[in-house]
């Protein structure tokens, strides 16, 4: 993989200076951080948006036991919002039973260093390694880049990367050039996924994309 620190950087200054702090991960308690990172799994943040609105309202983010509780066909109409809702539905239950094994809620399991609290996660049913790392980052506050399809594209578009390169070496490139704290990190990832929704789509709209040092960038173009 190519492109130094410094250019990096420069990607990062740029989108914030475009597009603003992201105020990431959009949700209003620990829980809800966690049930959205299952929700949003394969589907647009807005839908997974709506579905942890409805478990709030439902009080089923108060109380994983409360959640785990809860009869399959309550569970799906509350996030059917999200899609595929009978796998999200036993992926949140995973989750719910692993939090209550591991001492009933979010504080006793973050007490874990950030390696052993990844391998936990990874052990969740249904929880991969952008699932893990966005609770990592966003809930348990412990600098990690999260890679997503939305990394990969922006980034082999720039020249960086190959498209099919693997998450654990993306990850660990973007760490050894970008340093920071968990704020920083999921500014960055956030900042990303903004650019991938406005200009670097499936069919990029370069017109007006603020990174002017992509060679595909019409400016770039003769
Ligand atoms: S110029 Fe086009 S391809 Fe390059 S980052 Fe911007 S939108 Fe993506």
Redesign the pocket.
Known sequence: MEASALALHRLFDTLLTAYGPRHWWPAPTVPAMMAGAILVQNTAWSGASQAVERLLAAGLLDSWPQLLATPEETLWALIRPAGFFRVKGERLKALARFLIDSGGDHDALFRLETPALRAALLGVHGVGKETADSILCYAADRPIFVVDAYTK??FS??GWCDDAVEYDALQRWVMDRFSGDAQRYGELHALLVE??KL???TR???DG????F?????R?IP
Do not use: E, G, Q, V
């Open positions: 594209r922006i578009r720039l650019h991938a200009h670097c789509r990029p709209r370069c994309c603020p990174l002017l992509c060679l595909r960038h019409p770039m």
